[in-house]
């Protein structure tokens, strides 16, 4: 079975930093390109980050580019967001999810059940 | 604001026919897929590509794609439907992702 547990969210005061994980398991992680997805709470899907299965092809959010890193790391199943200079609209749960394409056209096949993270003084 | 536009609400009666639509110039270009969302819950994935259902989602969820638009069909629709619905798909730049701003349905 596939599972994807994301954690490391919480509160953190607006220019903070907070790094998040997602543990993947039930399937060949090295293999799939992944997703960062966020929801402000009452709000819609945000794309936030995507990073393919080699960890050559980043693409960003214009809202967070320059302040978020993706990474992963194919040994530990592991991905990661790096949140700099947060504000408090990034204040949202944040889902990783794993990416998978038809001709070209990603969908996000599994989804973890998300962490919240929010940015507040 | 959103390169893909939806309704914010649809609503359709109980065993009835309700379809739900996705606009963007992207879509010329790429298929849209889709995901249901109950309150309190991830996404859950329903229709991708051409038509393709995952495992375990019913075969009342359909879709279709013309032109700008993306269509995702709920024929005979049942109270455990209601939920919020987004699509999805690559932005005209091809290195993006986007989310179109979802639809609310209500199943009366």
């Known amino acids: 079975e596939v599972q994807l547990v994301e954690s490391g969210g919480g509160l953190v005061q607006p220019g903070g930093s907070l790094r998040l994980s997602c543990a993947a398991s039930?399937?060949?992680?090295?293999?799939?390109?992944m997703n960062w997805v966020r929801q402000p709470l009452g709000k819609g899907l945000e794309w936030v980050s995507y990073?393919?299965?080699?960890?050559?092809?980043?693409y960003y959010a214009d809202s967070v580019k320059g302040r978020f890193t993706i990474s992963r790391d194919n040994a530990k199943n592991s991905l990661y967001l790096q949140m700099n200079s947060l504000r408090d609209e990034d204040t949202a749960v944040y889902y990783c999810?794993?990416?998978?394409?038809?001709?070209?056209?990603?969908?996000?096949?599994?989804w973890g059940q998300g962490t919240l993270v929010t940015v507040s003084s | 604001s959103s390169e893909l536009t939806q309704d914010p609400a649809v609503s359709v009666a109980l065993g009835q026919t309700v379809r739900i639509t996705c606009q963007g110039d992207?879509?010329?270009?790429?298929?849209a897929s889709w995901y249901q969302q109950k309150p309190g819950q991830a996404p859950v994935l329903v229709i991708y590509?051409?038509?393709n259902r995952p495992s375990g989602i019913p075969d009342r969820f359909s879709d279709s794609s013309s032109g700008n638009t993306a269509s995702l069909t709920i024929t005979g629709a049942q109270a455990e439907d209601e939920a919020d619905y987004y699509c999805?798909?690559?932005?005209?730049?091809?290195?993006?992702?986007?989310f179109g701003g979802g639809t609310k349905l209500t199943v009366l």
């Open positions: 999810a794993r990416t998978r394409w038809y001709i070209g056209s990603p969908y996000f096949d599994n």
């Open positions: 039930g399937f060949s992680f090295s293999s799939y390109s």
């Open positions: 590509g051409q038509n």
């Open positions: 992207s879509l010329r270009s790429y298929y």
């Open positions: 990073i393919n299965s080699d960890n050559d092809t980043i």
């Open positions: 999805n798909s690559r932005d005209s730049s091809g290195n993006h992702l986007v």
